[in-house]
């Protein structure tokens, strides 16, 4: 069973204070700016998860890889055929996840949305099985009705440059009240060293009705698609890069790397230059139309070659690197930091740039916020380490409020609490060494939660 | 109201250990060996610090960065002829500085040197600019009544190499008992790659009545200079560079880099090769004529630059970046780590450095001493982790003490009392853990708030 | 005296916690599966250990540098014919040790191990000095007793490829009890860009019985020699590289290189490619054999060149460096991380890695295992920095338990019981917030202090 105080600080002191900025903030509704949930899931009233494997297994990276990295094959998480056998592996090994961020989502969500109180377990992996499934069936198991039971006033999923955005379409015309807005994300049509690139750009061309032949008609094809997210209620982009350089290059240039890229003849240097100038580009765009600018860089993706080629992508290989962001974003700073109708979320999985860049870089330039703990940051100790190493430079209010930033969307909830928890027994901590009083703690309390999350989106 | 058991971690028994620490140690003397207070201040009885906006907002970079990073003009800020509309603006936002150390210096300022118990804030604006004023226009609140009131032992100040110390000169002449001495700092006439370069080349043949014309010279002025600021009372020299990096150049290749900047002519790569080189010289003749050493690497200075080209330099963009000591120092210390009469004292904004690279030489070398948390770092939590990592390796005695490094003098004992509070904690914090005993906390809280401080800067 | 509850967290439900927690694992045998002690102190149940200063301060480095970086030379501590006073100088300035491990081990052992109860310092110095050199006269101080009295289930020593391993052979024909296994280091033979190697290399010719003269040689001599160590007990491997770069060369390249070594020849840039590529061949051995990888990388060593050259290596001026591991790794985990036999345990000096590179890695790769805090980090903050960085992305099941690392061997015991407390703090921690519950902490307790170390280290 889950504890009302689980978390808090054990002093009796931090710990009263931090139940009471608590309960003031826990029923504030959800406001998800950024995450991987599929829109599909809430197109049609009759959509339902499916199995429980299909639910929290398969398609979370975090579990997976934990499973994996003990040695359980990949082939017994991932087979299709036999969902109880996958998920008797998983109770058996559920230990793995003591201690870790993954462990504390799954207690909550397992109690708080399939009402399951046992801990699991080998012994209770069976009963815990049947009681979700059960849950899963009916009408209030459905995604429709755990959006709405779970109180979301926003949700943002995260859509390729190209998508014609059928589900979201589907979604508005159905009637549903629940909001759920696409963010228009470029990466596969910028990434001009990938396979896919020319395919990716074969969509572009399709989903603009532009046919792209020169760089000139891949930027109005970008323009367009931006115009066209924008009018199904994005607020915001989002660029997933390796590095977060950036620079401008000439229109020649970039037109010569273009033509290169179709060719398939670019080279790694070709694509570098590319995506620091398609960069800058994306923030100029941004100061027209508006659209908040997210940046998520510092992942080497599928680290491991092996798992890549038979399983396919985001199978937990995706490891951080170290991130400079004082040099590198200098260029579009210059240009854009100022600029009153642009605005910049700084995302980083190196928490050694929160307190030297990140935090100096927000609590100067306007346009310039900072992104909650990301990834493998998003934990009780990561949200402390990002409070403490980044609020005293940057002040609360040159932050982004909280991400849940999963695909997992039975586990929106437990991330959200976690953040409110964190948040709670955070300014209680200051509350009481009377580095703030009661009535900026509240506020704060009340910002973190849910204000300062739709200011920075644009809500 | 500020609380007197404030800042200290509130489990009753460290709380407890910490004040009875903290009360040995909050009424001795400030010792502060490195800061940019203006020395005019103290040359005549007569001066005063002007308006409440003079002497608490236009002067404070870290104050108006954090205006400006929420959206207000600095014209608003700057602008020298309404006073008042620039303190409601301040009073209107002052909930940006909660949790930020700038809010914590800010209270403790308003109520211990002015009187002001209320909360600043939109409503309190236009009486607490009047306490203020009311208190800064008495000759109690003149520059040399609050020196003395602060109860400050020594206070250096940092002045270029070409400076002719006449406002310290006036100060000595004037018969007032306040120690005031200077600090050598020879950035602007290292600095070959400036626009400024050779004008404070000028100004420091015209200081030093040599006529530079060469590298032998300018190595002959710079001597002089620092016998000068020796006899004027300077204990040490600062050395602020964007890189450790040191090495030592021949005498013909530093005359070729020399002319080539006096014509003008000098690459980037000179500019890096001759400060590195200089950090030579630098130490080269600390070890002749004993002044202690300082370097402080790693900003990224005026990193908006329609910022500074509106508005100059120090207005809160000077960035930290990534920053290297092992490699980068050790051609200094292979040469002067081990000198009997050389005294390095290192600071860094990159606090990855400081269990990795700076604690390690800090502990091993005996020319290397760690200064305190620098800048951004300059904070409860900061400290904290200054602490937690620094000293397990580096023991406290090859640490520097404080150094509260501000040209804000009133917040002085703002910022010492943080610095107090946080050692006391961190102290108490051992003992109730049974890794220091009653009699070596006491010992230690002493030695951190003046003593260390007296000794690694040789007063 | 030592307290009960030292360390622990003061709130008084934590502690009660972690002092339960506590009682179930302090009994527990000492596993210590990496170190330095010297086998040849229980070859024969003769052996003594000397003085205390030849015990307690020349070996140790960690000490031996404190006291030098406050201007002690080491002609005082390094001067064999005064023990005594060399005894005094350390005993007049242990207060250099306040706040740090080697002051917290060197309380523990005196007191657990020798009976002394004051505290060190000038005044009580020639007391402890006796009462120590009794304590190691008798039989009850002898290495075989105090291994025993230790309660030592395993010691692992660190021993060059070439070594014949006499000392473990005549510890094993001896018939004592005490299991002591030898590692494989093939360091010295891998550095062809030291001045040594050559000679090392005879010496591997000698041991191998081959005479090598070509890389084919080199490397059936190698294999020979794990094969060798692996019949004397070893289960492990370890590497010390300045850059865990790994890298594959092809047998003619590797060759060519070979060869200019041989000649005095190799360059900086084969040396480094040499080591890359011999971390590949060291990752394919033990994916073969068996035997546990260990990687230590990141320190420059003997950064002090006068030290070096007076007093020898290992003066306490092997200053850490950033490490990258993302890149660096990726070649040989491309190639083995998947490997079913193979089995890598990965230190470092840069704590900066731990959560961004170094937990993910280990938290994904069925390969690969982090190892504990690493000797700056071998500390009480060191250790809660480790758990707070690592645990929540890695799992404690995906780290290896703990290493003493140490040629102190009279320390062991109180290394072993800092993190000992460290684990049941942490965890007590946790189960008082509600992270874990008390059944979860018992285990993870028990895991942390044996169970994983055995486990990682295939004992």
Not at 37 to 66: C, K, N, Q, T
Not at 135 to 152: D, M, Q, T, V, W
Not at 398 to 409: L, P, S, V, Y
Request: some cysteine; proline content about 6%; charged content about 25%.
């Amino acid at each position: 069973m889950l504890s009302t105080d689980r978390y808090f600080d054990p002093d009796p002191k931090q710990k009263s204070a931090a139940m009471e900025l608590y309960a003031g903030i826990k029923d504030l509704p959800i406001v998800s700016p950024h995450g991987h949930v599929d829109p599909a899931l809430f197109a049609s009233p009759e959509r339902r998860f499916g199995s429980p494997v299909d639910l929290l297994i398969r398609p979370d990276h975090y579990v997976l890889r934990m499973l994996y990295s003990q040695g359980i094959p990949y082939e017994q998480l991932l087979a299709p055929e036999d969902a109880r056998e996958t998920w008797r592996l998983f109770a058996a090994n559920f230990h793995l996840f003591n201690g870790t961020p993954s462990g504390i989502w799954l207690a909550h969500e397992l109690e708080t949305v399939f009402g399951v109180t046992q801990k699991l377990s080998q012994t209770s992996a069976d009963l815990v099985y049947d009681q979700i499934e059960d849950a899963l069936k009916g009408e209030a198991g459905s995604p429709r009705a755990l959006f709405e039971r779970f109180n979301i006033e926003i949700l943002a999923t995260t859509d390729a440059a190209y998508d014609p955005l059928e589900q979201h379409q589907a979604l508005r015309t159905s009637g549903w009240k629940g909001r759920v807005v696409p963010t228009f994300r470029p990466d596969d049509v910028v990434k001009i060293e990938a396979p896919g690139w020319r395919e990716a750009i074969r969509k572009l061309s399709a989903a603009s009705k532009i046919d792209i032949g020169s760089y000139a008609d891949y930027i109005r094809a970008l323009e367009q698609r931006r115009e066209f997210f924008k009018s199904m209620g994005a607020t915001a982009i989002d660029c997933g890069v390796f590095s977060p350089a950036t620079a401008e290059l000439s229109t020649q240039t970039a037109e010569a790397i273009f033509q290169r890229a179709r060719q398939g003849k670019a080279t790694a240097e070709d694509a570098a230059s590319f995506t620091a100038h398609m960069l800058m580009e994306m923030a100029r765009m941004s100061a027209e139309d508006g659209l908040v600018m997210q940046i998520h860089p510092g992942a080497y993706r599928s680290h491991n070659p092996q798992v890549l080629e038979r399983y396919g992508p985001e199978r937990g290989f995706d490891i951080p690197v170290r991130t400079e962001f004082t040099h590198n974003l200098h260029p579009l700073l210059e240009r854009f930091g100022n600029h009153p109708n642009f605005s910049l979320i700084l995302f980083t999985l190196d928490e050694s740039t929160y307190g030297r860049e990140l935090a100096p870089l927000a609590g100067a330039y306007p346009a310039v916020k900072l992104g909650p703990p990301w990834w493998f940051n998003d934990s009780w100790n990561g949200m402390k380490r990002y409070f403490d190493q980044v609020m005293e430079t940057a002040g609360i209010y040159n932050t982004a409020g909280f991400n849940d930033d999963t695909r997992a969307f039975a586990s929106i909830p437990a991330r959200h609490d976690v953040w409110r928890r964190a948040s709670a027994n955070w300014l209680a901590g200051m509350l009481v060494r009377g580095f703030i009083d009661r009535e900026d703690a509240e506020k704060m309390a009340a910002e973190m939660a849910v204000g300062l999350a739709r200011k920075a989106y644009h809500f």
